[in-house]
Structure formats: structure tokens, C-alpha cells
């Protein structure tokens, strides 16, 4: 497995590759992989002669400087874990903060048509431009053909799409079904910092919000909030932050019904002080 520490050593291998007629597929992470992590990478081999794996705590998507220092880190057993998937057609990037950013790391302004103020824009102030920033910045460094994220972070994959579109960018963007612990939990890095308390707690966040789903199919998208909320006020170790019925599309809350939409919950959820986040089609 090739290890690339800064992008020109990276492009030129990559430009190397594609002269010679190779399909290049790529999933961006912030390391602490899990086999979420595994599916999507599994997903660009079978669709892509190479798959580029880019590890990096990006600090301008981070609104809490202490989230940021306790992202967890890992990356001898990130490669490791992807040196099993595939030791002869995996790329890994491992860069420093300097080689994606310079002398200063700080995130472009970006206007996603609005899809940037919704559910987590709201919440994590400059989230979305950190997102867009750095997106951005890889693509132009891997030059896919096709970029592969989880549906897990629905909100951020249809502002990459938005991304994508805006800037005239040459890559498909393709989401990927949430990969799920055999509990239901949505399978994320910041898993690993739950307390066991917290771990035998957390799954309740995917049983309501599939109970959601069915009371959503004959009750409006306010009583099923109403109910969410009286349900995690029960649940003294979790800590509600929102529950939202939204347009698939434009992600604003659902006012009224309509059979010529898709809805999606999205939930955001303090186990502690672990913020862990999920989602779920309605119809």
C-alpha cells in the first residue's frame, strides 16, 4: 500500500495512473476508521481500478476547539485496517494541516442555496464552510472520478452534490447506505469515546427515530416531533439536541404533507459530551 504524505507526490502518482487509463475513486475521512469506513472504500474498489483513502482532522470544520483536540487519532490502525481491504489498490493521503492549507488554515465563504443554514448550519456555526473548504481543496488534489461519503451526514452529502454542481467539479458523487452496529447505532468514529453507559444507551437514538418513520406514515410531521421530544425527556442519559422532518431536497422543515416530496428525520443527539448524529428516510 502507498502512503503519500504531501499532495504533489500524491497528484503525480495519480496523473501516472490515469495516463495509462485508470479509474480513480476516492473517500475522504478523518481517520478513526470503522467498517463504515470499510464499505465505502469496498464500494469504490468495485467501481474504480484505484481508490484514494485521504486521513485528516480538518480543523475549520470544527466549531469547538475541545472536540477538535479529542477527534480521536489512529493512523498505524487506520492503514492497517485498509491494508486488509486491499494492500495493492489503495492510496492513502496523510497530510499535515501546512500541506493542505498553508500558512494559515482558515475555510472559504461559501453560499450552498441555502442548504448551509439548516439542522447542523444552525447548531455548528462555520461548520459548512469548513466542509466545502476542504472538499473542496481534495478534489482538486485527488482529481476523482468518483467521491464515495456515507448517508449517515445526509446534510453534508447534499451540499458536496450542491458543491459539485456550483464549481463545474468532474467527479459523481455518490452516497452510500448508513453502515449500523448490529444494535441499530450508526456506526461513527466518535463512537469509540463513549462510555459503556452511554454505548448500552445510545441505540435508543436509532429505535425512535424508526418509530418515527411509522408514526410519521399516518400522523403529521408535528405531532411525530412532539412525541421525539417526550420520548428523550424520559431518557435521562441522552440529551436531545433537535429532531427535524425535513425536504429531502431543500432541507427545510416539513410544514404540510405532500405525496410529491421525500422526507428524511434527522436527529442530533449528547451522549455526554458526545455529540452523535443520524438519520432516516420516511417515505
Not at 475549520?60 to 477538535?68: A, I, K, W
Amino acid at each position: 500500500m502507498k502512503r503519500f504524505l504531501n499532495k504533489i507526490d500524491l497528484s503525480q502518482h495519480i496523473d501516472a495512473l490515469k495516463s495509462k487509463g485508470n479509474s480513480i475513486g476516492f473517500v475522504p475521512t478523518m481517520g478513526a476508521l470503522h467498517e463504515g469506513h470499510v464499505s465505502l472504500v469496498t464500494k469504490g474498489l468495485n467501481e474504480n481500478d484505484f481508490v484514494v483513502v485521504s486521513i485528516f482532522v480538518n480543523p475549520t470544520q470544527f466549531d469547538n476547539p475541545e472536540d477538535l483536540v479529542k477527534y480521536p487519532r489512529s493512523v498505524a490502525a487506520d492503514i492497517a485496517l485498509l491494508s486488509n481491504v486491499s494492500d495493492a489498490h489503495i492510496l492513502v493521503y496523510t497530510p499535515s494541516v501546512e500541506d493542505i492549507y498553508g500558512d494559515q488554515a482558515v475555510s472559504q465563504s461559501f453560499n450552498f442555496d441555502g442548504l448551509e443554514h439548516e439542522m447542523e448550519g444552525a447548531f455548528r456555526k462555520g461548520h459548512f464552510d469548513g466542509v466545502g473548504t476542504i472538499v473542496k481543496r481534495l478534489f482538486e488534489i485527488v482529481k476523482p472520478d468518483r467521491a464515495y461519503f456515507g448517508e449517515k451526514d445526509f446534510q453534508q452529502l447534499q451540499i458536496i452534490n450542491k458543491l459539485v454542481e456550483l464549481h463545474h467539479m468532474p467527479v459523481e458523487v455518490i452516497g452510500c447506505v448508513i453502515h449500523r452496529s448490529e444494535d441499530g447505532l450508526a456506526m461513527s468514529s466518535r463512537n469509540a469515546r463513549l462510555t459503556p453507559e452511554h454505548r448500552t444507551i445510545a441505540p435508543f437514538i436509532y429505535k425512535t427515530i424508526n418509530t418515527a418513520k411509522v408514526r410519521f406514515g399516518t400522523e403529521s410531521a408535528q405531532i411525530v416531533t412532539e412525541w421525539v421530544n417526550e420520548q428523550f425527556k424520559k431518557e435521562s442519559l441522552l440529551e436531545l439536541e433537535y429532531f427535524i422532518i425535513a425536504d429531502e431536497t431543500t432541507l427545510k422543515p416539513v410544514k404540510e404533507k405532500s405525496t410529491e416530496k421525500t422526507y428524511r428525520a434527522f436527529i442530533a443527539v449528547y451522549a455526554g459530551d458526545i455529540r452523535l448524529i443520524d438519520n432516516i428516510a420516511l417515505n
